[in-house]
């Protein structure tokens, strides 16, 4: 009887560890990346498998996370599109400017005049 309990505690011994929050974070960003390359759940749960040894449980849980750092990421507003459009133009017309290309400068001035409406 020793010897079976002996056993038992030995086969039964593998105790879930906790992961970190920075393993955690990491794993997040690992699967957000394979959501957006399109890769299937059934894929993604291999791969947690093979790679960190976890249940399909636990890859759901770390899906769902990313699913909504997707949502977020997706979520930007049209003020927020239009500011970060304006800032890449107006870093075009500088660059444009300094290597003497001053009708790729032009370009992006009229692109932004466009863009805040100041034409037609």
């Avoid at 010897?3 to 879930?16: D, F």
């Avoid at 699967?31 to 960190?52: M, Q, S």
């Avoid at 990313?66 to 970060?84: G, S």
Wanted: charged letters at 30%; one cysteine or more; proline letters at 1%.
């Amino acid at each position: 009887m020793r010897v079976r309990y002996a056993q038992y505690v030995i086969i039964c011994s593998k105790v879930a560890v906790r992961s970190s929050k920075a393993v955690k974070e990491f794993r997040i960003k690992v699967i957000y990346g394979h959501l957006c390359n399109g890769w299937p759940r059934g894929k993604i749960v291999e791969f947690t498998k093979e790679e960190w040894d976890i249940s399909a449980n636990a890859t759901d849980q770390y899906i769902a996370r990313a699913r909504k750092i997707i949502e977020k990421d997706c979520a930007l507003t049209r003020q927020q599109f239009l500011a970060e459009a304006l800032d890449r133009l107006r870093n075009y017309e500088t660059a444009a400017a300094k290597r003497g290309q001053m009708q790729v400068a032009t370009n992006s001035v009229r692109l932004q005049a466009e863009l805040i409406g100041l034409t037609n």
